[in-house]
């Protein structure tokens, strides 16, 4: 069974938080919560000043594109692309060709700025779990989950370095799962 990654969805402009919404209510009618798992509209809060008042907006990164984390198969990518307001997947050359996915690396930078992670931490990872690093001064050295910090998006591993057991902390965007 594939693995599940990230895709860009393309919609109608301004239609984002509708197409959100009608593919979580398809993905629970026609039973495809083991293929398509989150939706996201990227977007982040921006402060706009304005006749010197502060005034804080949630803006979107990306008009017109919507996050599907999902298992691409035949069914979840019907699902996906026959949903009202969807005009098709970004990385797929069209004429029934499946799309490619985002690189861990970008999702990692989008999901970032929201504050969040492709990594579930409620449900995906534990403490106990081995780990890889994948970015910052550890990168390539593999760990051990010894404390989670949900609110932070922070984890404290436990790294072989030198021969001794040393604790660091990396969010939650610096690492990777081990199988």
């Known amino acids: 069974m594939e693995e599940k990654q990230w895709y860009v969805v393309n919609t109608y402009s301004g239609h984002e938080s509708k197409v959100k919404e009608k593919l979580e209510m398809r993905i629970s009618s026609m039973n495809m919560q083991d293929f398509i798992f989150r939706v996201i509209v990227p977007e982040q809060k921006e402060v ?3 006749d010197g008042v502060a ?35 970004i990385g797929s050359s069209g004429k029934g060709a499946k799309p490619v996915p985002l690189l861990p690396k970008e999702i990692d930078l989008i999901l970032g700025n929201m504050g969040m992670s492709r ?38 591993v436990l790294i072989d370095l030198f021969g001794q057991e040393t604790p660091i902390e990396v969010d939650l965007f610096q690492i990777e799962k081990i199988s």
């Open 48 to 50: 706009e000043v304005k």
């Open 55 to 89: 005034k804080e907006k949630i803006k979107k990164m990306f008009p017109g594109y919507v996050l599907v984390e999902m298992i691409m198969s035949d069914e979840a990518w019907y699902v996906v692309r026959n949903t009202p307001g969807v005009t098709g997947f």
């Open 119 to 156: 990594l579930d931490m409620a449900k995906e990872i534990e403490v106990g779990n081995k780990i890889r690093i994948v970015d910052g001064p550890f990168k390539a050295m593999q760990g051990v989950i010894e404390e989670i910090d949900l609110e932070k998006q922070k984890l404290r």
